[in-house]
């Protein structure tokens, strides 16, 4: 199983990006979607995260800003991320939760960079 993300950037102040996470491989379902966030010399962060069931949650820092989803048909799940500000540069990844024919795994993304700068 692998997951590839897409969609980072340079961004200015008060904009936009849309990241995409396509999960591909020997799968069976995938169960609770999420995306993650690292910056520098910072622990890892849960932003969003969205159930099978399409039940969302998200950190209070982005809240009102930034819109998890997925695509079951294309096993993809996307992040829309919109009045961007400069603490939410950080790589992004995105984790899965997939059902396979040797059990139940936990899945990560290679990560991709968000920065958010003037």
């Known amino acids: 199983v692998q997951l590839v993300e897409s969609g980072g950037g340079l961004v200015q102040p008060g904009g936009s990006l849309r990241l995409s996470c396509a999960a591909s491989g020997s799968i069976l379902s995938i169960n609770a979607m999420g995306w993650y966030r690292q910056a520098p010399g910072k622990q890892r962060e849960l932003v969003a995260s969205?159930?099978?069931?399409?039940?969302?949650n998200y950190a209070d820092s982005v809240k009102g800003r930034f819109t998890i989803s997925r695509d079951n048909a294309k096993n993809t799940v996307y992040l829309q991320m919109s009045s961007l500000k400069p603490e939410d540069t950080a790589t992004y990844y995105c984790?899965?939760?997939?059902?396979?024919?040797?059990?139940?795994?936990?899945?990560w993304g290679q990560g991709t960079q968000v920065t958010v700068s003037s």
């Open positions: 984790n899965a939760d997939i059902d396979t024919w040797i059990g139940t795994s936990d899945y």
């Open positions: 969205i159930t099978s069931g399409d039940t969302t």
